[in-house]
């Protein structure tokens, strides 16, 4: 497994080794004794999570102020661009921002520790969308940041709106959100 460290070094990006031929191709998705060795980093993750989205839904910014989750997220059909935000006051990196192209075809994998909100625009017309979480879902702790907000500055690969939930178009930009110490 290659390591790549993002603009926040908490932030990992992963590519898994691929094998593949004519009739297809094989990799694992995640092995606890490969991460660790690849990352140092053991969480023990409790719950996986499955979405499917149309073309230029954006989900997010999303986090749970309680039970924080970390997540270990990637494509298995389609393409999306996948952003963290830096939402702990104590950070270095508070209030930054990074973006990935997700996808089945380049199969990578990124990892988000807690602390961060999280979010995901598609861009082919469907894509399914899978994570592994660090903790439980607890709705009455989830939490969103607009994802348009202009302190964060997040650039996202769209022109004109993107399709958002009612929750998403009423969350508050991160100056007026709950955070994490």
Not at 14 to 34: A, T
Not at 124 to 144: G, I, M, N, Q, W
Request: hydrophobic letters at 40%.
């Amino acid at each position: 497994m290659n390591v790549i460290h993002t603009a926040i070094p908490d932030v990992l990006l992963l590519e898994p080794r691929v094998f593949g031929d004519e009739r297809g191709f094989f990799f694992e998705s995640y092995n606890e004794s490969v991460f660790a060795a690849a990352t140092s980093l053991r969480p023990r993750f409790v719950q996986d999570n499955h979405s499917r989205s149309a073309k230029n839904v954006l989900r997010g910014l999303h986090y749970q102020i309680v039970q924080p989750q970390g997540k270990l997220v990637r494509v298995v059909l389609g393409e999306v661009y996948d952003v963290a935000v830096d939402i702990r006051r104590s950070s270095p990196t508070f209030g930054r921002w990074v973006g990935e192209y997700l996808s089945m075809e380049n199969k990578r994998l990124l990892w988000l520790p807690p602390g961060f909100a999280h979010g995901f625009l598609v861009l082919s017309d469907v894509a399914e969308f899978l994570y592994k979480t660090t903790d439980f879902y607890a709705p009455e702790h989830e939490r969103c940041i607009a994802w348009n907000d202009p302190d964060i500055g997040i650039q996202w690969p769209i022109q004109g709106e993107p399709v958002l939930s009612a929750k998403d178009r009423q969350a508050p930009p991160l100056a007026e959100a709950e955070r994490f110490a």
